[in-house]
Structure formats: structure tokens, C-alpha cells
């Protein structure tokens, strides 16, 4: 979009676009997954994205895509990905025993997180390798480059598609779900409600989202261009250093015994309470380093609370509800976001350090309120 349009506004509404899709289909994509396995909605996510992409890859290639053209791509990859998420979310327990769930998912998230750090670095070499550095096919600044990375992502669907298609199931659930549609997504939704210390975590989530994710995708970018001295390059340190710390603290998590169940809300408030105080802390520090190595060690308590909590989840819930009550988790986390950002860009528009402060010192005041409550500080004991 930037290529064709040089409006950031309009990357901006590719990325709502897909969003919406991903958020509004997301609880029925967990219904899917419980009723017809989280494998076979996987690999029809995969093949759609798959040619998705092909279509973006040729489109580019030849300089026929449009705007209209993106948007739709959008939309239809932000509803696979509604689909995905919770099938991915929900199959470790049908792969592994309860003993190596946490080892899996540690697996999982750290793959997942290295491929963030190296996957655009990548693309962007490509995209400078190969490009023209004029307009190319249709107009197109650095046309070739860019499709050469649509089409090596394009290719890289193969793996999963080949891997989902000769795996099976090793510990199928005990029961096959095969109510209504809409009576089987209101029960994962009253399952989810019901469980007290779901329902606190999934709550906990959705306010991380909405005081944190937005204010931190819109401030750091913003300030490093404001205050550090190195502008862009201090964004892509700082993002490097959280996608490392993530990538440690999996890693951790993998590697060790997991911390007793009763521990989980003290240390989910720890993780709120430690972004918090990077917020208020860059305001206060405006030192690349300094707050590159903050938020390299947030990031790895971070990394290693992830795969805690998913494994915890997934060895409370039944695997016949798996799915749909990790949708309405998933909701949760992604369902604040666009509010989070809009109003961190409104915020930003008028102090992009005092929006920093004031959300840092917003989070650290819910830490604080959450230790003072029994029901979080007791979350695990549920």
C-alpha cells in the first residue's frame, strides 16, 4: 500500500480491515475447530492463505494490483486467520501428553517469535536486493522485490500444508462435539465465563491489550523518531531486543518446571507491572540502550508467562471445548487492540510522552490493584 498510494493512512486500513474479520470470526472459528478438528481447519486456513498470497505474488509481478485488490486479500486472510489461531491454539493437547505440553508450546512460541525477528529482515533485504529502485511493473516502486517475497512466502505454506496432511490426532478427545452451531459456540462461551480464573485471566488480557498494545505499537516508533537520537534505527533495536527476549523466555519456560498454579495471577501482574514501568521509564531515560535492555528483560518474562499460561489453559479446559474457549481468549487479546491504537494515536497527536507516561502509569496502578485482590492473587488455586 505504501508503494502505491506513499499514504501510511492506507496501510493503517489494510491492517483494520484484516483486523476486523480476525476479531468478529475468531469464536466461531473455535467452534469449527472443536467440531471438526483443529488439524483440518488448520490445513484449510493454510491453503486459503496459501493462494492469498499467490494471487498478491502475481498480481504484483505483472502491476495489475489495485487497492481494491488488497483490501480484499485483507479481509479474507484476517477471516483464515479467525480460524487458525484457535485450531493452532487448541491441537498441542491432541498431540502431546500433559507432561510435554509445556515443552511444545515453548516449541511453538519460539519459533513463532524467531520467525518475527528474521522473517522481515529477510524481506527486506529482498525487497532492497532485487528491487529497481524506480517504478517497476505497473507503476510500482521495487515491483520485482516485492513480489519475490510474496512468492517465497507463497511457497513457505507448503511446510505446514505438507505437515497437517500426514500427522494424525494421538489423543483424540473422548467426546465429539455435534450440537447446533450456534448452541455449541454459546456453551464455549458460558465455559469460559463460568470458570472464575478464566474468566479473571481472559478480563486481564483484554485490559493488557487495551492500556498496553496500542500505546507501545504507536508510542515506540513515534518516540524513537522524537527523542533517540538514532530515529529509525532505535525502533528496530528496541523491536529486536523484544523479539529476543521473547525468543529467551520461551526458551526458559521450555527448559524448566513451571512455576505452582497459584503463582500464575502474581505472575501475570508482574508481567503488567514490568511493561508498565518501561513506558514511564523510556520517558524518563530517552537512552536507546537503556531501554532496549528494559525491554529485552520484560520480553523474557514475558516469553516464559506465555507458554505458562497457555499451558495451563490447555490442561484446564477439556479438550472438546478447547478451541472455543481459546477463541474467547483470543478475542480478548485482539478484540481492544484497534481502540487501544486509535486512541494511542489520538494521545500521541498531543503528547507522545505523556500518552507513554500515562498509560505506564495506568498499568502500574492496575498491578498494584490486582496484588491487593484475592481473586488475582489467588488465580492459579481456581
Known amino acids: 500500500?505504501?508503494?502505491?498510494?506513499?499514504?501510511?493512512?492506507?496501510?493503517?486500513?489494510?491492517?483494520?480491515?484484516?483486523?476486523?474479520?480476525?476479531?468478529?470470526?475468531?469464536?466461531?472459528?473455535?467452534?469449527?475447530?472443536?467440531?471438526?478438528?483443529?488439524?483440518?481447519?488448520?490445513?484449510?486456513?493454510?491453503?486459503?492463505?496459501?493462494?492469498?498470497?499467490?494471487?498478491?505474488?502475481?498480481?504484483?509481478?505483472?502491476?495489475?494490483?489495485?487497492?481494491?485488490?488488497?483490501?480484499?486479500?485483507?479481509?479474507?486472510?484476517g477471516l483464515a486467520d479467525a480460524f487458525m489461531f484457535p485450531a493452532s491454539s487448541a491441537y498441542p493437547p491432541r498431540l502431546l501428553p500433559p507432561e510435554q505440553l509445556a515443552a511444545g508450546n515453548s516449541l511453538f512460541q519460539g519459533t513463532a517469535q524467531t520467525t518475527l525477528v528474521l522473517g522481515p529482515l529477510l524481506?527486506?533485504?529482498?525487497?532492497?536486493?532485487?528491487?529497481?529502485?524506480?517504478?517497476?511493473?505497473?507503476?510500482?516502486?521495487?515491483?520485482?522485490?516485492?513480489?519475490?517475497?510474496?512468492?517465497?512466502?507463497?511457497?513457505?505454506?507448503?511446510?505446514?500444508?505438507?505437515?497437517?496432511?500426514?500427522?494424525?490426532?494421538?489423543?483424540?478427545?473422548?467426546?465429539?462435539?455435534t450440537a447446533p452451531m450456534w448452541t455449541s459456540l454459546v456453551e464455549g462461551l458460558r465455559h469460559a465465563w463460568n470458570d472464575l480464573p478464566l474468566r479473571t485471566v481472559a478480563l486481564l488480557l483484554a485490559g493488557l491489550g487495551l492500556v498496553f498494545r496500542g500505546p507501545f505499537m504507536v508510542g515506540i516508533p513515534a518516540f524513537a523518531n522524537a527523542f533517540l537520537p538514532e530515529g529509525a534505527a532505535a525502533f528496530g533495536i528496541i523491536m529486536s531486543a523484544l523479539g529476543v527476549g521473547s525468543i529467551i523466555g520461551t526458551l526458559v519456560a521450555g527448559m524448566t518446571a513451571h512455576p505452582a498454579p497459584q503463582r500464575l495471577g502474581m505472575l501475570l501482574l508482574a508481567d503488567f507491572?514490568?511493561?508498565?514501568?518501561?513506558?514511564?521509564?523510556?520517558?524518563?531515560?530517552?537512552?536507546?540502550?537503556?531501554?532496549?535492555?528494559?525491554?529485552?528483560?520484560?520480553?523474557?518474562?514475558?516469553?516464559?508467562?506465555?507458554?505458562?499460561?497457555?499451558?495451563?489453559?490447555?490442561?484446564?479446559?477439556?479438550?472438546?471445548?478447547?478451541?472455543?474457549?481459546?477463541s474467547v481468549v483470543g478475542v480478548a487479546i485482539q478484540g481492544t487492540f484497534p481502540l487501544s491504537a486509535a486512541a494511542a494515536g489520538l494521545l500521541a497527536g498531543w503528547s507522545i510522552s505523556g500518552m507513554l507516561l500515562g498509560a505506564g502509569a495506568l498499568m502500574v496502578g492496575v498491578t498494584l490493584t490486582g496484588f491487593a485482590s484475592k481473586t488475582v492473587r489467588r488465580l492459579g488455586y481456581g
Open 273 to 326: 507491572g514490568a511493561f508498565g514501568l518501561i513506558m514511564v521509564f523510556m520517558t524518563q531515560v530517552p537512552v536507546t540502550v537503556l531501554i532496549a535492555a528494559a525491554v529485552l528483560v520484560s520480553a523474557v518474562l514475558d516469553g516464559y508467562i506465555i507458554v505458562v499460561l497457555t499451558t495451563w489453559m490447555q490442561r484446564r479446559v477439556p479438550a472438546e471445548r478447547l478451541g472455543r474457549v481459546m
Open 123 to 177: 524481506a527486506g533485504w529482498l525487497i532492497v536486493a532485487f528491487g529497481d529502485g524506480g517504478d517497476g511493473a505497473g507503476g510500482i516502486e521495487d515491483a520485482t522485490g516485492l513480489a519475490m517475497v510474496f512468492a517465497i512466502d507463497t511457497l513457505t505454506f507448503a511446510v505446514p500444508i505438507g505437515v497437517l496432511t500426514v500427522i494424525r490426532d494421538r489423543f483424540p478427545p473422548p467426546v465429539v462435539e
Open 1 to 77: 500500500m505504501l508503494k502505491l498510494t506513499g499514504d501510511p493512512l492506507a496501510m493503517g486500513a489494510v491492517l483494520a480491515v484484516a483486523a476486523v474479520p480476525r476479531i468478529v470470526f475468531m469464536l466461531i472459528g473455535g467452534t469449527f475447530a472443536d467440531r471438526y478438528s483443529p488439524r483440518r481447519v488448520m490445513l484449510v486456513s493454510n491453503w486459503v492463505r496459501m493462494g492469498l498470497m499467490l494471487v498478491l505474488a502475481l498480481t504484483t509481478w505483472q502491476g495489475t494490483v489495485s487497492m481494491a485488490l488488497i483490501y480484499g486479500i485483507g479481509f479474507l486472510f
